[in-house]
């Protein structure tokens, strides 16, 4: 369970991807990894080299760094969010593809590549593969991906196909649940889309793409299933205010993730949102919020940090603060 959200500044033409991580339990820390780092996938132990240096939140296994968002030093902005009943894994592998767990698509696309324009382009390059050969198992991994960058092109990377599709996506929400287009589908109850819309025609930085008209709409459920968590998402993103800058922006996210924020409730469900997310694309800004803390970290990758030649994990306390007035 998560949720991804898309903002964009209509005066500094900031673009904001931000999340919520639900998971059991915080896993993931904010993590800067360099150029030429190397690694190996958990499939084959085949080894690949980093081309560029990104930052986001991960974990370091095996011989390899497990990200879960990020960005990159080009802009390149990646997340990965968990699919239900979606992923169609590769079993048998292609000869000359690359083969990669499913959670490791991720790292892959941000430390190779600028743009959503040269994953699409490369996209056919990558298997996600079962674990039918795979020299550790890890089940079956179900995985889809939200991608944007500097140009305000967002899609969804979703391995339910061989190649891997890619659907454009100027709505700018993303959850769990598999079928994309029967969830924008089930939208028309709720919201009332733009004839652009409706025909696959949204220009690039359209900020929304309905008309705002909600008279005799039905009103969103409030429950946290991912198709719930979709409706609100959208709902509230095309009604809430533009934001003019990278910073509204960022403050717009982390209010529309109130409506989809999973609180810890360990006797109804294992999952809750340990963390929450968002990077900006031109500054290379990435913000960080684990569960109980009440501020956001910011780390920027900088042009002197693009040169370091190690990984660097940031450490994030998971408490509740207070600010004391006398």
């Known amino acids: ?37 190397k690694w190996q996938s958990i499939y084959d132990n085949r080894t690949y080299t980093t081309k560029y240096a990104l930052l986001g939140s991960g974990g370091q ?5 497990d990200v879960s968002d990020g960005v990159n030093e080009h802009g390149l902005a990646v997340q990965k969010l968990t699919f239900t009943n979606g992923s169609q894994l590769v079993e048998e592998p292609g000869e000359g593809r690359i083969h990669l767990a499913p959670f490791e698509l991720s790292f892959f696309l941000l430390s190779n590549y600028r743009s959503v324009q040269e994953i699409i382009d490369h996209i056919e390059e990558i298997e996600l593969m079962a674990d039918k050969h795979s020299l550790v198992k890890y089940g079956h991994s179900e995985l889809h991906f939200a991608a944007c960058d500097r140009t305000g092109r967002i899609v969804v990377v979703e391995p339910i196909t061989t190649p891997i599709e890619i ?4 709505l700018g929400v993303l959850t769990n649940s598999n079928h994309f287009e029967r969830q924008i589908d089930r939208l028309n109850k709720y919201l009332d889309f733009t004839p652009a819309f409706a025909n696959h025609r949204v220009p690039l930085n359209t900020p929304r793409v309905t ?8 009103i969103p459920p409030g429950s946290y299933s991912p198709g719930s968590r979709f409706i609100r998402a959208a709902y509230l993103k095309e009604r809430i205010d533009l934001p003019n800058n990278e910073i509204e922006a960022v403050d717009n996210c982390w209010h529309l993730l109130d409506s989809v924020n999973v609180p810890k409730s360990s006797a109804h469900q294992p999952t809750y949102s340990v963390y929450r997310a968002a990077v900006c694309c031109e500054s290379r800004n990435y913000y960080y919020q684990p569960y109980h803390a009440k501020s956001v970290v910011k780390i920027q990758l900088t042009d002197e940090m693009i040169t370091w030649d190690h990984p660097k994990f940031f450490d994030v306390p998971d408490e509740t603060r207070f600010i004391e007035l006398v």
Request: aromatic share 8%; hydrophobic share 35%; net charge neutral.
């Open 1 to 37: 369970m998560c949720t991804s959200i898309f903002q964009i500044g209509q005066i500094d033409g900031a673009h904001v991807l931000a999340r919520t991580m639900d998971w059991p339990r915080l896993g993931a820390r904010p993590v800067f990894c360099p150029r030429q780092f």
């Open 61 to 65: 296994h095996d011989h390899e760094i």
């Open 167 to 170: 659907i454009e996506n100027p």
């Open 211 to 218: 008309t705002g008209n909600v008279s005799g709409k039905s």
